[in-house]
């Protein structure tokens, strides 16, 4: 509980650090004090006409999913095609932009993945792994061109990269429990997502885009097997490919 609590003031330290620099005018930010302007841009119903423009930046609220893979000690997915129920996440996020090109966005991801050795130069081994797999992050944006301030709108990419916490319920199977292996069916640990991310608008409030990112987790134990005298001895990470929707909830008085 105690480690939770820390984790939180962590997080909420950072998210003030990132406002504050938000609302500096040497960071590009110029503070809003009229009340007039455009404020809320989808309407009441999330909670924001209070706000009525002076919050510094932009608001978005997003989902993506798609394909997604564990690159661990066992080697290939158990199930060849395209499934929608394993090897796939699906991510929630809002996040805020501010002026200066740099945002970030507080996430939470879902996915249910499995492996094999079969077919796999490992294949002697006979291992393969069911797990589910969930993660908060809080990742930074940084646009290299779009943008809510951009003059031109209708493309954006942005990079993003930032910190998570990785938690994974496996279990794993095998031909026998062979000496040397290590065997956790539960684990939590940090991570780094990162990546990129391009976005078209279909319109001043729906974006739709892809995303491309990688999470390196500080353990080796996402699909359940420690090697230690044959396979991949580093650390798991998991890949995504996603498709991403993203809506326009807000923006402050400086919009442009």
Avoid at 164 to 190: D, M, T, W
Wanted: proline fraction near 4%.
């Amino acid at each position: 509980m105690k480690n939770q609590v820390r984790i939180y003031l962590f997080v909420a330290l950072i998210l003030y650090g990132m406002d504050a620099l938000g609302q500096n005018s040497s960071f590009g930010y110029k503070q809003a004090t009229k009340p007039e302007g455009e404020g809320l841009t989808f309407g009441n119903v999330f909670g924001f006409g209070n706000i009525n423009g002076l919050l510094p930046g932009a608001i978005y609220v997003s989902v993506s999913t798609g394909p997604s893979f564990i690159y661990g000690d066992v080697c290939g997915p158990t199930s060849k095609d395209i499934s929608f129920g394993k090897n796939n996440m699906f991510d929630i996020g809002v996040s805020r932009v501010f002026r200066g090109n740099f945002g970030y966005e507080i996430s939470y991801m879902y996915g249910k993945y499995d492996g094999s050795d079969a077919g796999t130069y490992l294949a002697y081994r006979g291992y393969c792994y069911s797990t589910n797999i969930s993660e908060v992050a809080l990742t930074g944006e940084w646009y290299l061109f779009g943008g809510p301030y951009a003059q031109y709108k209708i493309h954006s990419f942005y990079l993003l990269g930032g910190f998570g916490l990785v938690f994974s319920n496996c279990n794993s199977y095998g031909k026998e429990p062979l000496p040397g292996r290590i065997y956790q069916h539960s684990a939590g640990s940090p991570s780094i997502p990162f990546g990129a991310c391009y976005l078209i608008n279909l319109n001043s409030n729906i974006q739709i885009g892809v995303e491309v990112a990688e999470h390196y987790v500080f353990n080796d134990y996402l699909d359940g097997v420690k090697p230690v005298t044959d396979g991949n001895k580093s650390n798991d990470v998991l890949g995504h490919f996603a498709l991403k929707l993203r809506i326009h909830l807000y923006q402050d008085n400086n919009y442009e």
